[in-house]
């Protein structure tokens, strides 16, 4: 049943069926949990243009399970798991490769707080969910997982540049003053304008990418 290591996994899927007699008559009521739309053009792009293979994880029984996962064409399923059960393997997948959980329920939040990154739904999320999580979403757009993840990276390449700025600068300005090629008075305004530009670097952050 499982081939991939995923690096992604979608929590709590729910599907149920409940019984009402009325006289003589037994009527069944089938229950079942939509799917986002939101939710099909995320699997889609964290496959093709992340490189991030989803999996299912769910105590719901496998027929409910398996339609979620045909419908998002996700091939990683796992179902009728127990908490214990899903903090089990949300411990494997980590040590083994690292993932992102994101899930909103009580029942979660172990494996969200075991899980490389957890992610919970700021609205929806249980508190228990959201205490445990490494990243709460203010929102519950699906979306914003994509938009994390560009951010995610985008902060690493910035903290990269302003070590490589703030040593070279150090660097260059003490090279100079120690070797009496430069003033002192020079020296210090290299070195805090070093500083000025790690900040106003840092500042790029701050603005609000287009998820692509």
Wanted: proline content about 2%; charged content about 20%; overall charge neutral.
């Amino acid at each position: 049943m499982q081939k991939k290591l995923p690096s992604f996994i979608a929590s709590s899927l729910t599907r149920s069926e409940a019984f009402l007699h009325i006289g003589d008559a037994l009527f069944v009521l089938h229950f079942e949990d939509e799917i986002r739309k939101e939710a099909y053009t995320l699997v889609k792009e964290l496959q093709e243009q992340e490189q991030i293979f989803p999996v299912i994880l769910t105590g719901d029984h496998e027929k409910a399970a398996l339609s979620v996962a045909k419908k998002l064409s996700i091939t990683e399923i796992f179902f009728n798991l127990l908490p214990e059960e899903k903090l089990d393997l949300v411990a494997k997948l980590s040590l083994e490769k690292g993932l992102i959980m994101v899930g909103d329920g009580m029942n979660d939040a172990p494996s969200l707080a075991r899980a490389t990154v957890g992610i919970s739904l700021g609205i929806t999320g249980s508190g228990a969910a959201i205490q445990a999580s490494d990243v709460v979403l203010l929102s519950d757009a699906l979306k914003e997982i994509r938009w994390l993840l560009q951010k995610s990276r985008q902060s690493v390449r910035v903290i990269r540049q302003n070590v490589v700025l703030a040593v070279s600068t150090i660097v260059i300005a003490s090279s100079f003053a120690l070797a009496g090629m430069m003033p002192l008075w020079l020296s210090v305004i290299l070195h805090e304008g070093g500083t000025v530009a790690v900040g106003l670097n840092s500042l790029r952050l701050l603005r609000r990418n287009k998820t692509v």
